[in-house]
């Protein structure tokens, strides 16, 4: 019988054997890290691990799919978490379908969190959640289909326990076929908990597809649920593809169709029990988001962005003939978001972009004769500085965060005498940009909306939908981008809240600049996710 003494010298050897074994932690750099590892949590029950080796691959499908390198290996259970497992480190089994092989469910995403502490500290290794980048590549085994061994629906059988062939049940672990890494279920028996908070993938400046290349990513820094992969017994195939996630159930509830399987980190990398950041994290969405954001952008330069609630306004005018457009519309932006309290700066545009193509030279200046393609490329570098979602504004972002809340052809009123007090424009700019924040800023703490560089969008150009629209970013395509606000050498009309512009987006011009949004993942009056004991089967 193996006494407590005897299994925590083994956990030591294990331990010091992985220091030995790991690339760059041996003394002569030669013995490879093993295939698998075997944990012993009880005095009959083992847990076995596979080693996932580092690499890359695209994450999620078709057009929401994004470059993923997980720069570090890991180990990652064999199987699902049993409820024999489970009893050894915890002293109960909280399964609604028995059977010490069969995988544990009506479990939490807390549950699943007291499991990988407890056995942490029995084993001393660093046992936890996975991420879900690295679910999803652990899932994926190499394969860029739909399931770990094709896109065919009809394979799915040989795989995983779904609606087809469960019988309304979850089954012991390891019957069907795994996968090309050796792991077993990773297709339905029970959805499998991640350590990440659920969010949308972070959105690239365009503001549709996610974004670009990340490292190692962890989910949003906090949310109301967390993230669920694989499938289960009784989903459909829809459910069970590798890049199907689910984000019904919040870190406390539980459900017969939830369970999870371990990773253990390898020595020498991050060993998080719990998650940390994540994909390029977004603002935080919960009821207490604060009301500013700053990003630090190296080197003593910062930015202040302010936080823009959800709501609806009148989107463009009509009563004004001077005015491309004819026509006004609802429009509804159903999330926060935070934007830029300034254009960008010069400054703050060279600290990321290491030069400055303004015309008029001025640290705190807005940054000018920047394309949309540069401003583009500043959101993506300053979005993987900084892991924040950051992006140019859609129109209607942009148009509802210069309105903030007014109906008038300003963001203070209609008159234009009063325009002098908020913008740099033709009639007081002596044919120059001036620094950021000097004038009147709109009620919701933003400078320089009206005046001083036009701002590019991340909208193509195109005339308006007719109806109600709710985060509208439309059209898909066009030849030019829309920029709005006007600029120092225009009149009060080019300077109105919905007043257009466009030109093609590789075109500079002393004129232009931009701003910048975070996204935030959640609505901050989002209800929290009712906890979930069961389904109707």
């Known amino acids: ?61 078709e057009n929401n799919s994004h470059k993923v ?132 993938y972070p959105k690239n400046w365009y503001g549709d597809y996610p974004l670009g290349a990340v490292t190692d990513p962890f989910g949003p820094a906090s949310g109301e649920s967390r993230v669920l992969r694989g499938g289960y017994w009784d989903g459909d195939p829809n459910d069970c593809r590798s890049a199907s996630r689910n984000y019904i159930i919040t870190p406390d509830g539980r459900s017969y169709f939830c369970g999870f399987r371990v990773v253990v980190s390898v020595p020498g990398s991050p060993a998080a029990a719990a998650p940390v950041a994540a994909h390029p994290a977004p603002a935080a969405p919960t009821a207490a988001a604060p009301a500013e954001l700053t990003l630090d952008l190296g080197g003593g330069v910062s930015m202040k962005l302010v936080l823009i609630p959800v709501g609806k306004f009148m989107m463009g005018e009509e009563k004004d003939p001077v005015l491309v457009f004819l026509f006004t519309h609802e429009v509804t932006i159903s999330k926060p978001f935070y934007m830029g309290a300034t254009e960008v700066t010069q400054a703050q545009y060279q600290a990321i972009m290491g030069t400055n193509p303004s015309n008029f030279k001025g640290a705190t200046n807005p940054v000018d004769s920047v394309s949309w393609n540069d401003a583009a490329d500043f959101c993506k570098k300053l979005s993987e500085k900084t892991r924040q979602a950051v992006r140019l504004p859609t129109e209607a972002e942009w148009e509802y965060a210069c309105r903030a809340g007014s109906k008038t052809g300003f963001s203070f009123g209609d008159a234009e005498e009063a325009l002098g007090d908020y913008a740099w424009y033709r009639a007081n700019s002596g044919d120059t940009t001036h620094p ?49 606000g006007g600029s120092w050498s225009h009149g009060p009309d080019n300077c109105r809240a919905a007043y257009r512009y466009r030109i093609t987006p590789d075109f500079r011009y002393i004129n232009f600049g931009f701003r910048v949004v975070v996204s935030v993942s959640a609505p901050p009056d989002t209800p929290a996710t009712t906890s979930l004991r069961r389904w109707p089967r």
């Not at 259970?77 to 489970?86: D, H, N, P, R, S």
């Not at 001393?124 to 394969?143: D, I, M, N």
Request: proline letters at 6%; a negative charge; glycine letters at 10%.
């Open 1 to 61: 019988m193996a006494t407590r003494q005897s299994v925590g010298r083994w956990a030591a050897v294990v331990a010091a054997l992985f220091l030995l074994w790991v690339p760059g932690l041996d003394s002569k750099g030669s013995e490879p890290i093993p295939k698998e590892i075997t944990i012993q949590i009880g005095e009959k029950v083992s847990m076995k691990l596979a080693l996932i080796p580092a690499g890359k691959f695209m994450m999620g499908e």
């Open 69 to 200: 390198t997980i720069s570090k290996p890991f180990y990652v259970g064999v199987t699902e978490v049993t409820q024999a497992q489970y009893e050894a480190i915890m002293g109960t089994n909280p399964g609604d379908f028995k059977g010490a092989t069969n995988p544990v469910e009506l479990v939490s995403w807390n549950d699943a969190t007291d499991f990988f502490k407890k056995l942490s500290e029995k084993t001393r290794q660093a046992v936890r959640l996975p991420t879900e980048a690295e679910w999803e590549y652990a899932c994926r085994a190499g394969s860029k289909t739909q399931f770990c061994f094709g896109d065919a629906d009809e394979g799915l059988g040989d795989y995983a326990w779904y609606d087809a062939n469960s019988g309304k049940t979850t089954h012991p672990v390891g019957q069907k076929k795994p996968n090309a890494w050796g792991l077993f279920d990773m297709h339905g028996n029970v959805w499998e908990w991640c350590a990440d908070w659920y969010g949308d």
């Open 436 to 484: 950021v924040g000097q004038k009147k800023p709109n009620a919701w703490g933003l400078y320089d909306m009206h005046g001083n560089l036009y701002e590019w969008c991340a909208n193509w150009y195109g005339d308006y939908p007719k109806g109600a629209l709710t985060d509208p970013q439309d059209p898909a395509s066009g030849k030019e981008r829309v920029l709005r």
